[in-house]
Structure formats: C-alpha cells, structure tokens
C-alpha cells in the first residue's frame, strides 16, 4: 500500500502535516486536478481545499498553464533580473499601495520570516507580539500558540525552538482589543513588530472586528513598532486591494504568498520604502534566494493577476461561497443542527456550535469530531471539504453554478447522514 511505503520515507507519511488527515485512517492520493475538481484514490472530489488557498482561477487553469509553458521554452531558472519579475511587483503596488517596495521569495513562510527581521533591523528592537491561532508558516519566530496544522494536531508551540527564541514573542489572544493594550504597555520599548492575519484563516475563518485593526495601527504607531500584516491568505483573495484595501488600513509591512503564484511557490514581504531600502543589498538586513523570483511562479502569478483585474474570478468564486454558506446554514437548521457558518469573499466555515465565532476560544468549543465526521461523509459523496476544523473552505473561479449545486446536493445528503449516526 502506498501509505506504508511513505510512511517508511516520510515522517507521519506525509510532507505537510495538514496532508496527513487525523481522522482517516489514510491520506488522500493526490492523481491529477482540474477546474474545481480533484482525481484522488477515492475518485472524483469537488475541491473545496484548493490548495489551502494557493488557487483561485480553479486548477490547472489554461492560462496560468499557457504562461508556464512560454516560460519553459526560454528556460526556466536565470538567478538573473528579469522584466516579467518588474511588471509582477509594479502590479502588486498599484493594487496593494502600501508595499512600496518588496522581496519576491519561495514561501510564505520565508516572507514572514524576513518581514519579521526587517522590522527588528529597523526598530533596533527585539519582541514581536502575534496572536494566538493565528499561522505564520514553520519557522521559529512564529511557532508559539500557532494555527493550521499545529492547532490540528495538538502542536501549536513546536519543539525544537529555543526558549530565549520563544520568549521574544508574545501571544496574545485574537480580537481581543484590551488584552493587546495591555501587551503592547508590558512589552513597552522591547516591542519590534505586531503580526497579523487581518481574517484569521488558520483557525477556521475569524472575522475580525475592524476597532481592533485599527487598535493595532494605533497602538503599535504609538509605540513606535511596526505593523505587519501576514496577506498570504487574504492578499488578492478578499479582492485586489487585499483585507488592508477591504477594512482602510495601511500596514507598515505586508507578506503575501499563494494566490499570487498562481500554485506555484512563491512569498513576497514588502511595505514602507524606508524599512525595506534596509534589505540586502541595499542595507544590512539579510535576505537572499537562489529561487527568489522564480520565473514559473512570476508567469503564473503574472497570468492570475491579469484575469483576477478583470473582476469576473471574484464573482464567481464570491458568489459560490456565499451560496455555500447560506446551503450549509438552510440544511444544518433544517435538520436541526445548530451550526454557525462564517464567510468572507471566497472562504468559509462552519462550526458545528450554538451562538457565534468571534475569537479561538469560540472555535475550541465547536463540535470538531461532528465536523471531520461530516468531512468524511462528503468525500463519500464526492465533496473534499477543507480537512481541518482549523482550515477553511476556499471557492474559485471554477466553483460554477453547477458545481455549487451538486456540493449542495451531497452535503444534504452528508448531513442527513450525520444525523443518523
Ligand atoms: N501565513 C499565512 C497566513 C498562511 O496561511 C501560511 C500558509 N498556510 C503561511 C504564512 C505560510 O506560507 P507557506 O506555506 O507558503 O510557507
């Protein structure tokens, strides 16, 4: 079976832990994919994953595949400028004003990473505040009281980190305004950077309320710190302009990464001139990258950014999740489920719990075995829904009308089935 013989190979059989799904009792193997549909080992998926975000025009689409092949004719590494890489970032910044300036790097992890290192260079100062469930990606600075995989699997501070590491970042509960204040006062001129997803997607979907954004602009002006907002997710998903162009603010530093690489990897920190002329070559603050600014990633990414400017991507992808939300929400209460389904733009999930999800702690107390008992109806029925309680449901431009009928249909019939159990 191939799951023993990754299992021999891989740690846990996988290379992403949120690949390996805890409740059953193999992986899925991954055969082709195409539009919003997955070819597995056990069939034909309406992909409701999507990469965990990386792909938004639905997959293997033409043109992001058209690009990739031009690219490849003309050679596919150069550690050299390119122009395409120019015309990327100048299309960034007319979307995304605040990133003035950026390194394009391979992940989003590396992009954070270096966002955090170029805001202690510039500060000269060494704590950063991050909020718990909030997801980073794997590195050290970030890793304490983290989201996604780390949440799944019980893991949100990994071993192997250092506590004089650890303790330089402080965690402080999401959406929670008082309890900032309160850390960005203890803190006080230690305080380097404040790290955010501005909608927390690693921890199922929290919507965050727009007073508290706006109390982490203010208060980390105030103490002199700068504001980084993680976009990986949300950047060119929530729209163009990105979560900062949705709710009006400006960050100091943004990282971005999967929809803009089109599915290829790619990270990308950025922001304020001033911070980001601190960057090597231009400054003393270290980053490089045999990688950075691959040139298949550029032509993928340059290709989704052409056709998301047209603006017909997010409404498919929007419409589909909003009929999805509302679906999930008339099956559930029919049947007497008391669920709660939060959306934003082309994500969405649902809790299975009474009242509302506002911070983790509303998340801890939803139902997580009725959710990944329910995910794996769906898949019986066709439907991969995100595999995690602590992910969420991404829709694309592929999630057609059709498409999101036949989801409805299956998940009816899931729910129906759940209620039997
Ligand atoms: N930040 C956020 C908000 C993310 O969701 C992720 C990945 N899920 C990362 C950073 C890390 O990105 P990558 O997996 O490309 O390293």
Redesign the pocket.
């Known amino acids: 079976m191939l799951f023993e013989r990754a299992k021999s190979v891989f740690p846990g059989g996988v290379n992403s832990p949120a690949r390996a799904l805890k409740h059953l009792p193999s992986p899925l193997v991954a055969k082709a994919a195409s539009g919003a549909y997955l070819y597995t080992d056990r069939g034909k998926l309406v992909d409701y994953c999507m990469a ?1 975000g990386a792909i938004i025009l639905g997959h293997a689409h033409p043109r992001v595949k058209k690009a990739v092949e031009e690219q490849l004719e003309k050679g596919w590494i150069y550690a050299l400028l390119t122009e395409q890489e120019v015309e990327f970032a100048e299309r960034i910044r007319r979307h995304m004003p605040s990133v003035e300036k950026m390194r394009i790097v391979n ?3 590396e992009a ?1 990473m270096s966002a955090i290192r170029a805001a202690r260079g510039y500060t000269k100062r060494d704590v950063i505040i991050k909020f718990e469930g909030n ?3 794997s590195h050290d600075y970030v890793l304490v009281k983290a989201g ?1 995989g780390a949440a799944t699997w019980g893991i949100p501070t990994s071993a192997g980190i250092p506590q004089e590491v650890a303790r330089l970042t402080v965690v402080v509960p999401y959406n929670d305004i008082d309890a900032f204040i309160k850390a960005v006062r203890e803190v006080g001129d230690r305080l380097a950077a404040v790290i955010v ?1 501005p909608v927390a ?2 921890y199922g979907l929290i919507i965050p309320d727009v007073e508290f954004l706006k109390a982490l602009r203010e208060e980390t002006q105030r103490a002199g710190a700068l504001l980084i907002f ?1 976009e ?2 949300t950047g060119f998903r929530v729209g163009l302009g990105g979560a900062q162009g949705l709710f009006g603010i400006r960050p100091d530093l943004t ?1 971005l ?2 929809v803009v690489g089109g599915g290829f990897p790619i ?1 990308i920190f950025g922001g304020r001139g001033e911070v980001m002329d601190l960057v090597a070559p231009s400054g003393p603050v270290y980053n490089a990258g045999t990688y950075n600014a691959h040139p298949v990633s550029i032509a993928a990414g340059l290709a989704v950014l052409k056709e998301l400017e047209t603006g017909e991507p997010y409404r498919i992808a929007n419409e589909a999740a909003e009929r999805l939300a509302k679906g999930v929400e008339d099956v559930a209460g029919r049947l007497g489920f008391d669920v709660v389904v939060k959306r934003m733009a082309s994500m969405f999930q649902f809790y299975f719990k009474k009242g509302d999800v506002k911070t983790p702690q509303d998340v801890r107390e939803s139902n997580e075995k009725m959710y990944l008992k329910l995910h794996e109806i769906a898949l019986k029925h066709g439907v991969y829904l995100t595999p995690s309680q602590y992910e969420v449901n991404f829709t694309s431009a592929a999630h057609g009308r059709e498409v999101v009928e036949e989801t409805l249909a299956a998940l009816e019939k899931s729910f129906q089935e759940l209620q039997r159990e």
Request: hydrophobic share 20%.
């Open positions: 965990f992940t989003g992890t954070t997801f980073h990606g996604s997803e997607g690693n993680d990986v997710i990282t990464g999967k990270g």
